[in-house]
């Protein structure tokens, strides 16, 4: 059946079923850089030899529009299934209630929760997907409230308690729990450092200390920060900076080298105020949280991040291990961290809805606070103020700081060669969208992503120093990465002669600026690659617009999310934007060494893109749609189709992370790498 969205031509099937190139496609060709014509905010210190600037832009108000591929969106078919259970009934932040000397009491029908649990086996079957397992021994909670003796549990007067939105039943002091977490064992210990060692130094806030390597025997490097910029303009819903990196004197790993394409591993710290308030909340003393301390671990590989499992001895701070080692804002709340909360809580009823949540009996409120909002660390010791646990007993139960991913925006082996570059420097260079979620401390405020907020934190710095007239270089900034992912699926497949389509959304462009800047610099492949970009608006989101080249706009199709006319319905999404280019498509995948690359968010586009591929296939080769799907099956394993998916977890209903990407894996109908960044 004919596609009403696939326009149909003299080089369809069956007018022409060898597919040719597609005609009246702009031959293009390589100019010298015209420096007058640069844009209105160029830098620079990110142009590469290759470049140059297109005078007008590659749309305007009558671009096509792109699906949403917020983050939050991505995990939705996981939380959807999650929501469709019944609420609890208790929900003590859904309205203003009157403050009753510093209490709020619990007590409802226990009816409710058996309701809320199901008779049979799928609400178990459901919650149990946000813990991984261990939830098959739901058991109602059915305390007597009408009995004289029966004591309710007092709710915690404060914003940070308030803040988890927790849900709980009929719960009192006495409430038998069953199936409790046990206790986890604490598997380290700080011990006082010999004479001979006091001698430690640490530069906490300019590179993590050397046990943290990314592949042993290899260390983080930190790398100078040579320019930082914006990308986006005001009114952006996400800002994007872009960042140049100086490894100049990144050390050899065995000739590996980077690739155009290629991804690093930034190792970010956790910011000074995060530390400093979970030192606070602790009430750790000032005077020891800068004194070096003999760590023992008793086996595992913290607090290195991909390290041997052993046994460990080795001179830090605690500062050291809490800016470097452990995740304190990434993870939702685990049981056995709930666990180590309750053990060290001094109020009763504090201890009891801790223990609570780590019980059969309150599995269902367990459930919600790990699907809802992100949780930090210090807002939980904050939401239970009397949980003072040791730092070795938290350290044990906290998830590794892990090193974050971002592909490479630029040919490595180009971008150097730049004006006004001093000395035989090389420079990388990337692109970091900002990610934001609510922030408990106050009613509107966010707090950022523990990778892109120290990025963009460096960025402001930079872009600071440089607009008071301040040389950057004076302020040293670094950023703590290593070599990562040179043999991804992007940098792997990227390469020959033949024609290439590329399909982005969002900051899934940036691999794709360093595919055509390759390209350029060699005249018989300037004129066979053609980019769609997504983007939520054009005139403030549109990533690299303007540095692609004097053709820029004849290889580059914008499509936005948002609606250029108020009332209308003719929005566009970039797999609208495929169908229409279905014959470059088709030319290109069955072209020799012909190679279509998508790179973006997971959910929604990526399923959108596929299927809009094989609509392309089943028009323009006249066959099934099973067909059709082995088809791009098969272009798949010969290295043609190549599919690179951001998977950004700032969802603010997410589940487990170990879930996430089990779910993702298994049920996405794509070959694709994940690149983890947030």
Same mark, same amino acid.
């Given at each position: 059946?004919?596609?009403p969205?696939?326009?149909?031509? &003299?080089?369809?099937?069956?007018?022409?079923?060898?597919?040719?190139?597609?005609?009246?496609?702009?031959?293009?060709?390589?100019?010298?850089?015209?420096?007058?014509?640069?844009?209105?905010?160029?830098?620079?210190?990110?142009?590469?030899?290759a470049?140059?600037?297109?005078?007008?832009?590659?749309?305007?108000s009558?671009?096509? $529009?792109?699906?949403?591929?917020?983050?939050?969106?991505?995990?939705?078919?996981?939380?959807?299934?999650?929501?469709?259970?019944?609420?609890a009934?208790?929900?003590?932040?859904?309205?203003?209630?009157?403050?009753?000397?510093?209490?709020?009491?619990?007590s409802?029908?226990?009816?409710?929760?058996?309701?809320?649990?199901?008779?049979?086996?799928?609400?178990?079957?459901?919650?149990?997907? #946000? #813990?991984?397992?261990?939830?098959?021994?739901? +058991?109602?909670?059915?305390?007597?409230?009408?009995?004289?003796?029966?004591?309710? @549990? @007092?709710?915690?007067?404060?914003?940070?308690?308030?803040?988890?939105?927790?849900? $709980?039943?009929?719960?009192?002091?006495?409430?038998?729990?069953?199936?409790?977490?046990?206790?986890?064992?604490?598997?380290?210990?700080?011990?006082?450092?010999?004479?001979?060692?006091?001698?430690?130094?640490?530069?906490?806030h +300019?590179?993590?200390?050397?046990?943290?390597?990314?592949?042993?025997?290899?260390?983080?490097?930190?790398?100078?920060?040579?320019?930082? *910029?914006?990308?986006?303009?005001?009114?952006?819903?996400?800002?994007?900076?872009?960042?140049?990196?100086?490894?100049?004197?990144?050390?050899?790993?065995?000739?590996?080298?980077?690739?155009?394409?290629?991804?690093?591993?930034?190792?970010?710290?956790? !910011?000074?105020?995060?530390?400093?308030?979970?030192?606070?909340? $602790?009430?750790?003393?000032?005077?020891?949280?800068?004194?070096?301390?003999?760590?023992?671990?008793?086996?595992?590989?913290?607090?290195?991040?991909?390290?041997?499992?052993?046994?460990?001895?080795?001179?830090?701070?605690?500062?050291?291990?809490?800016?470097? #080692?452990?995740?304190?804002?990434?993870?939702?709340?685990?049981?056995?961290?709930?666990?180590?909360?309750?053990?060290?809580?001094?109020?009763?009823?504090?201890?009891?809805?801790?223990?609570?949540? #780590? !019980?059969?009996?309150?599995? &269902?409120?367990?459930?919600?606070?790990?699907?809802?909002?992100?949780?930090?660390?210090?807002?939980?010791?904050?939401?239970?103020?009397?949980?003072?646990?040791?730092?070795?007993?938290?350290?044990?139960?906290?998830?590794?700081?892990?090193?974050?991913?971002?592909?490479?925006?630029?040919?490595?082996?180009?971008?150097?060669? *730049?004006?006004?570059?001093?000395?035989?420097?090389? /420079?990388?260079?990337?692109? @970091?969208?900002?990610?934001?979620?609510p922030?408990?401390?106050?009613?509107?405020?966010?707090?950022?992503?523990?990778?892109?907020?120290?990025?963009?934190?460096?960025?402001?710095?930079?872009?600071?120093?440089?607009?008071?007239?301040?040389?950057?270089?004076?302020?040293? /900034?670094?950023?703590?990465?290593?070599?990562?992912?040179?043999?991804?699926?992007?940098? *792997?497949?990227?390469?020959g002669?033949?024609?290439?389509?590329?399909i982005?959304?969002?900051?899934?462009?940036?691999?794709?600026r360093?595919?055509?800047?390759?390209?350029?610099?060699?005249?018989?492949?300037?004129? +066979?690659?053609?980019?769609?970009?997504?983007?939520?608006?054009?005139?403030?989101?549109?990533?690299?617009?303007?540095?692609l080249?004097?053709?820029?706009?004849?290889?580059?199709?914008?499509?936005?999310?948002?609606?250029?006319?108020v009332?209308?319905?003719?929005?566009?999404?970039?797999?609208?934007?495929?169908?229409?280019q279905?014959?470059?498509?088709?030319?290109?995948?069955?072209?020799?060494?012909?190679?279509?690359?998508?790179?973006?968010?997971?959910?929604?586009?990526?399923?959108?893109?596929?299927?809009?591929?094989?609509?392309?296939?089943?028009? +323009?080769?006249?066959?099934?749609?099973?067909?059709?799907?082995?088809?791009w099956?098969?272009?798949?394993?010969?290295?043609?189709?190549?599919?690179?998916?951001?998977?950004?977890?700032?969802?603010?209903?997410?589940?487990?992370?170990? $879930?996430?990407?089990?779910?993702?894996?298994?049920?996405?109908?794509?070959?694709?790498?994940?690149?983890?960044?947030?």
């Amino acid at each position: 059946m004919h596609h009403p969205n696939i326009p149909t031509t &003299a080089t369809s099937h069956p007018n022409d079923p060898i597919p040719s190139e597609p005609r009246d496609i702009p031959e293009l060709s390589l100019k010298p850089s015209r420096p007058h014509e640069q844009a209105e905010h160029p830098s620079p210190q990110s142009l590469g030899e290759a470049m140059s600037w297109s005078n007008t832009n590659s749309d305007d108000s009558e671009a096509p $529009l792109t699906p949403n591929t917020e983050p939050e969106r991505q995990m939705d078919e996981i939380t959807d299934k999650l929501q469709e259970l019944p609420v609890a009934t208790v929900n003590f932040n859904e309205q203003p209630r009157p403050r009753r000397a510093s209490t709020t009491l619990i007590s409802e029908n226990p009816s409710d929760i058996r309701r809320i649990l199901g008779d049979g086996e799928t609400a178990t079957k459901l919650i149990s997907q #946000c #813990c991984g397992g261990g939830c098959c021994l739901l +058991k109602t909670l059915a305390p007597d409230t009408t009995s004289p003796n029966f004591l309710p @549990v @007092v709710i915690p007067d404060n914003r940070a308690f308030r803040s988890l939105n927790l849900r $709980l039943g009929p719960l009192a002091l006495d409430s038998e729990l069953t199936d409790t977490t046990p206790l986890p064992p604490v598997n380290m210990s700080f011990e006082k450092v010999p004479s001979v060692e006091t001698s430690h130094v640490t530069a906490v806030h +300019k590179e993590p200390p050397k046990f943290v390597k990314p592949h042993p025997p290899y260390d983080v490097y930190s790398a100078p920060l040579y320019h930082a *910029r914006e990308l986006t303009k005001p009114g952006a819903e996400k800002r994007t900076f872009h960042f140049d990196i100086d490894v100049t004197d990144y050390p050899d790993e065995g000739g590996v080298d980077f690739k155009v394409g290629g991804a690093i591993g930034i190792c970010p710290p956790n !910011s000074q105020e995060i530390v400093d308030e979970l030192f606070d909340v $602790l009430c750790i003393p000032k005077s020891i949280r800068d004194r070096p301390v003999a760590l023992k671990t008793f086996g595992g590989r913290w607090p290195t991040i991909w390290g041997d499992d052993q046994p460990r001895e080795l001179v830090t701070t605690r500062r050291e291990l809490l800016t470097w #080692c452990v995740d304190l804002q990434s993870f939702p709340p685990t049981k056995n961290l709930l666990r180590v909360l309750a053990e060290h809580a001094d109020a009763p009823n504090e201890r009891k809805i801790l223990m609570y949540l #780590c !019980s059969a009996q309150g599995q &269902a409120a367990f459930c919600d606070l790990r699907t809802t909002s992100y949780i930090t660390v210090a807002q939980l010791l904050h939401a239970f103020p009397s949980a003072k646990p040791p730092l070795p007993a938290l350290l044990s139960v906290l998830n590794q700081l892990m090193p974050r991913f971002y592909s490479l925006s630029n040919d490595p082996h180009i971008s150097s060669a *730049r004006p006004g570059l001093p000395g035989n420097r090389r /420079l990388i260079e990337m692109a @970091v969208t900002v990610h934001e979620a609510p922030d408990w401390h106050t009613d509107n405020g966010v707090r950022t992503g523990a990778g892109s907020g120290f990025m963009e934190r460096l960025a402001h710095s930079f872009i600071k120093a440089e607009s008071e007239g301040i040389d950057p270089g004076v302020l040293d /900034l670094r950023v703590p990465m290593f070599r990562g992912l040179m043999a991804n699926p992007l940098s *792997r497949q990227f390469g020959g002669d033949g024609p290439m389509v590329l399909i982005g959304a969002g900051v899934g462009m940036a691999p794709f600026r360093g595919f055509i800047l390759n390209r350029l610099k060699n005249a018989n492949c300037a004129n +066979k690659i053609w980019l769609i970009q997504g983007v939520r608006d054009s005139m403030v989101d549109e990533l690299y617009s303007g540095e692609l080249g004097d053709h820029e706009r004849e290889i580059k199709k914008v499509v936005q999310s948002r609606k250029v006319k108020v009332g209308t319905s003719d929005a566009k999404y970039v797999q609208d934007e495929v169908r229409l280019q279905a014959d470059i498509v088709w030319f290109v995948i069955n072209a020799l060494d012909g190679r279509i690359f998508v790179c973006g968010s997971s959910k929604g586009m990526g399923e959108g893109v596929e299927e809009a591929l094989v609509e392309v296939a089943m028009q +323009k080769g006249g066959i099934s749609k099973a067909e059709a799907h082995e088809f791009w099956n098969k272009k798949k394993e010969d290295g043609q189709y190549i599919a690179s998916f951001h998977c950004i977890y700032t969802s603010f209903r997410r589940s487990a992370v170990h $879930l996430s990407r089990r779910y993702l894996t298994s049920h996405s109908s794509m070959v694709v790498t994940f690149i983890f960044v947030y």
